[in-house]
Structures are given as C-alpha cells and as structure tokens.
C-alpha cells in the first residue's frame, strides 16, 4: 500500500459534507460540557464562512483553533501543501503541539517528503497524554482519544461520514473502532510501512477499549432548574457487557494486524480475550444502570459523563459474527481445541454465560445436539423463573427445528400465563440483538413486540401470549396438525391489537376455506360477536359474515 492512497488530495464533495465532518474529526473521552461544544461548532462555522469567502489561511487557521477541525484543515491545505506548511510555521504556535504536527506531517506526505512525514508522525504519538488530568491545554492528544479520519466512499475519494453526534466520546464507545479503518496516526504509520509503531497505537487503542468493558459510574440528573441546568443528581453504578461492536471489530483488526507481523500468539489472545468476555444474553449496547448510590457512600469504580452513557448506536460487529471471524481464524490457525478447552474450564469454574457462547462455537463445528444442550444447560443454571424458562426452552427447541418439544414448552407458556397467580413482570429474556444475527439458534428476542421492552401500559403476558400463539400457529401448521393452527390462528386473532381490522380478518377466514373449514370459522365469528364490544371488530365480523347493515351500523 502506498502512502499516497492513503492521503489522497482529492477535496470533499460538497461544502456541505466537509461541515459535517468537521465535528467528527476528533473522538475523545473527556468530559464536556454543551458549552463546549456549542463554542466548538461555532468555531467550525466561522472557519467554513472563511473558506467560502476565499481566505483560505484564515479559515485553515480557524478550523485547527479547536479540536475537531483536523480533517478539514488538511483537506483545504494538501493542494498548497508547501504555502500552508510555512504558514503553519509562521502563525502556529498557538495550536496543540499534537494537533498541529499531525498537520505538519500530513502535509509533509502531500510533498511527498516520506522521511519528513513519518518523524513527524512519530512526534505526534509522542504528545499523547499519559494520565486523565492532561490534554490540549499541554498541547497533548487527551489519553482516551485518536485523531479520527472519515473513511472514504468507494470510487469517489469523498469521506463516509455517519451522522454527526457531538456527544461520541471515546474511540472504545465511539464513531469507530480506532483501527485503521478510521485512526488518522495508525493508518499513515501502516502506509509508510512503520510497523512497530503502528503496534504501539493498535496496543494504546486496545487498551482503551479493554478499560471500557470495566464498570463505571455516572451521575444521573434527577431535577432542573427554569434554565434546563441540572441542580441534582443520583449516582448509579454501570456493568457493561463484554465489548461493545466497535471493541469486537477492533479485536478482529488487531489480530489480523498481529498474524500479519508474524506474532500469531498475541493475535489469538486478543480474540479469546474478546471472546469470553461476550455475553449472548445481553446486548452490549444496552447497560442498565444500579439503583441509586446514597451520597457519602464511597463508589470503586471510576466515573464517566452521562452522555457517554446515552451516546447513540455505533457500527462494528456483532457478537454472533465476531465468534463466527474469530472461530474461524483459531481454526485456521489450528488453535480450535484450544479455544474450546479455554471455554469449558471457566464454564467450570461458574461462568454459565459461556455456555452460550460455547454453543455459538458447537454450532459452527456442525455440532448442533452438543449446542443445544449447552443452551439447556445455560437455563437450567441460571435457575430462571418457570415462565422465562418455559419460553426459553421453547425458543432454544424451535431454532433447533425440534419442533414436538418447542410445541410442549410454548404450551407451558401459555398455560402459565393463563395461571391467576402469575404477576404481569416482564419474563427473564435476551436483549434485542444487535441489527444483524449469525442464525437464529439463541435468539430469543426475535419477533417479540417491542412492547416486551418498552415501558407503558401494556401487560408484558399479554405481548408474550401474542407472540406464543404466533409460533404455535407455525408449529401445529408445519406438524400438519390442522386443527390445531386454526385454534391458535382464532386465539391470536382475538388477542392481537390488530383485531379489529378487516384484513387480518379476511386472512384467518381465508385459511378457514382453504381447508374446508369454513363453517368452523362462522361458527366461531358468530361466538365472538356475543361477546366483543369493540366497535370496529364487531363491524369486521359482521361484514364477513354478510350482514351489510348491521356492519354499517357498527
């Protein structure tokens, strides 16, 4: 790879992309306050208005008086690299040392000055802050950050950028994993052929994400003033789970960056780290927070600001598929036993977590009987409540196309939930998954109603009776069991919201005459209209069943 395509000169199309990625040049993990990031903005736009006006020096000055504007000063700068290098020497003293040679060296390549450029990149991983306390006010790159440059588009040169998002902090929480698909030092230290160096940034980065898998605590404002200004709060301790998506991808990066260099045994520890720290029952990017923290009492875990706890989602890789990659780079590399021995022994030492993760692996072994079981035994030691059990069972069994024994369980279910004594709670189950799934084997959450997991009115027994009698329409349906599917079509259509509506009607009264079954259907439209108030379902039923006017009179 050659150090020029990885700086290409080419500006980015359309003024209105290169304001957007102004605010996504630099991620970082400090705190910071809305002021700020409002001052910061304002900045950016100021600079923008100067580069319009046709003056460039100023707007190239502009972008770099803050953090963020990196990309779009050497954006504006590479095509007079030389002019702007000597004005970065005349007027730059006042730019963080780090942010201003991470200029000088880009520019520095854009002459094609390979020796100039790769000393100076090397200056700027040398002005990288060692402890929390310091940052750009030392004219150093904050500790828990990477200068960030967007990826391009395919074909175009123009950078990808995903939505601007003041509040992405970290490069282990953040826009991107901090690899060389988006870290501006590592991927020109990688492209000038610097390998040791390029370790080092891949090892600082690594351990940042590692440390982002620790718990944390937050403050949590609790009351505001007329201004909106926060004047309490409750500090609630965090747990994540594993790895978010960017560390996974990161992991995988590494690795493949470490078999590259020959250090194969540092790769493979990187991903069995990852690898068993993932928890398939709890989506990464989910992490409920403690009860409150009563003030005074002391908290040992560090603190991290709110809105890096409420960032939005971030791309990378999702479990099921970080276990797929990485499986399949331990088998290459004839570590496949090894993986499996390392799970078995803390599975043994009390981590059930990892039976599941363990099944992930059987499964892409061609080993399903041995995945199934460890997902029955996941449940069995958790010692869930007999309704999270129940339907557990039955999800783990339908995925596993076993589909007597799934019939069995969701009949539990129902019947459980049908049961007086059982407490409208929210059943014990999986996070929603991530957008993407390896399989459906361990997805438990899938096609439940959102209503499972948001707070409202809603009765969560309810939802989940909806959702059981969907799959044991299914089942029965595929069992060949006729009757039965028309039972559990008749019961989801008088449990579902969707009841009233005439097209759902006119589907189950269709599947009725498609077996002969017609008369079943009139006889049961005729019971639920002795029994239904609602308005709208009554006019339904009764248009179904030919009487015009009484429909139109509902």
Request: overall charge neutral.
């Amino acid at each position: 790879m050659s150090a020029i395509s990885l700086w290409s000169g080419k500006r980015c199309v359309g003024q209105a992309v290169r304001t957007i990625a102004v605010g996504l040049c630099l991620v970082f993990v400090a705190s910071l306050a809305l002021g700020q990031i409002s001052g910061r903005m304002e900045t950016f736009d100021e600079a923008r208005q100067l580069e319009e006006a046709g003056k460039p020096h100023e707007a190239f000055l502009k972008y770099l008086a803050a953090p963020g504007g990196e990309y779009a000063a050497a954006t504006l700068a590479r095509p007079q690299a030389r002019e702007f290098l000597k004005l970065l020497a005349d007027q730059g003293a006042t730019i963080p040392a780090a942010r201003r040679r991470l200029i000088e060296a880009e520019l520095l390549l854009a002459t094609r000055d390979k020796d100039g450029a790769l000393a100076a990149f090397r200056d700027v991983a040398t002005k990288i802050a060692t402890t929390d306390e310091q940052g750009w006010e030392q004219g150093l790159l904050p500790r828990a950050a990477y200068f960030f440059e967007p990826p391009q588009l395919a074909n175009t040169g123009a950078p990808h950028m995903p939505p601007f998002d003041s509040h992405r902090e970290s490069p282990a929480v953040g826009v991107g994993p901090g690899s060389h698909r988006d870290n501006w030092l590592l991927r020109r230290f990688i492209a000038l052929e610097a390998w040791d160096d390029a370790r080092r940034e891949f090892a600082r980065v690594w351990q940042l994400h590692r440390e982002a898998t620790q718990p944390y605590f937050v403050r949590v404002p609790t009351n505001y003033d007329k201004q909106g200004k926060p004047t309490g709060h409750e500090r609630r301790v965090v747990q994540p789970a594993g790895f978010n998506a960017a560390g996974l991808q990161f992991a995988l990066d590494f690795a493949f960056f470490l078999q590259r260099r020959d250090q194969a045994d540092q790769a493979r520890a990187v991903l069995i780290e990852a690898l068993t720290l993932i928890d398939m029952d709890r989506n990464p990017r989910h992490r409920p927070w403690s009860d409150p923290i009563p003030e005074g009492e002391p908290i040992n875990v560090p603190e991290r600001p709110i809105h890096v706890h409420y960032r939005s989602g971030e791309g990378g890789a999702t479990r099921s598929e970080f276990i797929r990659l990485a499986f399949g780079t331990l088998k290459t590399a004839g570590r496949e036993e090894e993986l499996v021995k390392t799970l078995t022994t803390r599975i043994e030492a009390g981590e059930n977590r990892l039976r599941r993760v363990l099944a992930q692996v059987r499964l892409l072994q061609g080993q399903p009987d041995a995945a199934l079981q460890l997902e029955l035994d996941f449940i069995v030691t958790a010692k869930f409540d007999p309704l999270s059990t129940a339907y557990r069972r039955a999800v783990i069994f339908d995925s596993a196309q076993n589909a007597r024994a799934a019939v069995t369980e969701y009949e539990l279910v129902l019947a459980l939930l049908n049961r007086e004594d059982q407490k409208p709670a929210r059943p014990n189950l999986p996070d929603p998954a991530e957008p993407v799934w390896n399989g459906r084997l361990g997805s438990q959450q899938a096609g439940l109603p959102m209503a499972m997991f948001r707070p409202g009115p809603s009765d969560p027994r309810q939802a989940l009776r909806t959702n059981v009698l969907a799959a044991l329409e299914r089942l029965h349906a595929g069992l060949g069991e006729t009757d039965q599917a028309l039972e559990m079509a008749r019961q989801l259509m008088a449990a579902s919201p969707w009841a009233g509506q005439l097209g759902p009607l006119e589907e189950l009264e269709r599947k009725h005459r498609a077996v002969n079954q017609s008369a079943r259907f009139v006889e049961w439209a005729k019971q639920q209209l002795s029994v239904v108030k609602d308005h709208n379902m009554r006019a339904a039923l009764q248009w179904l069943l030919g009487d015009r006017k009484a429909a139109a009179e509902s």
